[in-house]
């Protein structure tokens, strides 16, 4: 490969900026693509070319992420510190659905990374919305708990002093408390039976 053969998004790489524009053509270990990402076969081949040159990932790797979280994370969520500031990059990118919201959640909790504002703001403006298409599930995970603690350390956060927390359990509402925690509770009627 020759110097101005190396694509663009690659320019501001540690490997391309050690390179001597006027030195010999030199070899690297895969082709570089197009800059097209179809599936995780593309994705795969881009992620070693990134990891190789040293670069930042660029927005065509970062938009398959928003539609291929899940596969994404299946694929590389682990503790090694490629995987780990791919990641923390990705969870900063505008989140625009409910996969991807869930997907950094995932990494939030794994890398134990603080939540960036793009994820607390989709949750503040699709609530209402994410807590009814997961009714039943959010049912089903709390169906024998009658108390949740939500330590203030996460109302801190900013995520839920924000808005009113609402939570639709079995048609009961829980209810809040003020004071160190946040307790909710709530009558399950069909555990007390």
């Given at each position: 490969?020759n110097?101005?053969?190396?694509p663009?998004?690659?320019?501001?790489s540690?490997?391309?900026l050690?390179?001597?524009?006027?030195?010999?053509?030199?070899?690297?270990?895969?082709?570089?693509?197009?800059?097209i990402?179809?599936?995780?076969?593309?994705?795969?081949?881009?992620?070693?070319?990134?990891?190789?040159?040293?670069?930042?990932?660029?927005?065509?790797?970062?938009?398959?992420w928003v539609?291929?979280?899940?596969e994404?994370?299946?694929?590389?969520?682990?503790?090694?510190?490629?995987?780990?500031?791919?990641?923390?990059?990705?969870?900063?990118?505008?989140?625009n659905?409910?996969?991807?919201?869930?997907?950094v959640?995932?990494?939030?909790?794994?890398?134990?990374?603080?939540?960036?504002?793009?994820?607390?703001?989709?949750?503040?403006?699709?609530?209402?919305?994410?807590?009814?298409?997961?009714?039943?599930?959010?049912?089903?995970?709390?169906?024998?708990?009658?108390?949740?603690?939500?330590?203030?350390?996460?109302i801190?956060?900013?995520?839920?002093?924000?808005?009113?927390?609402?939570?639709?359990?079995?048609?009961?509402?829980?209810?809040?408390?003020?004071?160190?925690?946040?307790?909710f509770?709530?009558?399950?009627y069909?555990?007390?039976?």
């Open positions: 490969m110097y101005k053969d190396i663009e998004y690659l320019h501001a540690e490997f391309y050690n390179l001597d524009p006027l030195g010999e053509e030199f070899d690297i270990p895969f082709d570089i693509p197009e800059e990402i179809n599936d995780m076969e593309d994705f795969n081949k881009f992620y070693k070319i990134i990891n190789f040159f040293g670069a930042k990932y660029p927005d065509f790797m970062k938009n398959y539609n291929n979280s899940l994404i994370i299946k694929e590389y969520l682990d503790i090694s510190s490629e995987n780990k500031n791919m990641f923390e990059e990705f969870i900063f990118f505008e989140i659905n409910f996969e991807q919201f869930e997907s959640y995932k990494i939030i909790k794994f890398y134990n990374f603080s939540p960036p504002d793009n994820y607390i703001q989709y949750g503040l403006k699709n609530k209402d919305e994410y807590i009814k298409n997961n009714k039943n599930i959010l049912s089903e995970e709390l169906k024998y708990t009658s108390i949740i603690k939500i330590e203030s350390s996460i801190n956060t900013g995520f839920l002093n924000v808005f009113e927390i609402k939570v639709y359990l079995n048609g009961n509402i829980l209810f809040r408390e003020n004071s160190d925690f946040f307790f509770k709530y009558r399950n069909k555990n007390n039976l």
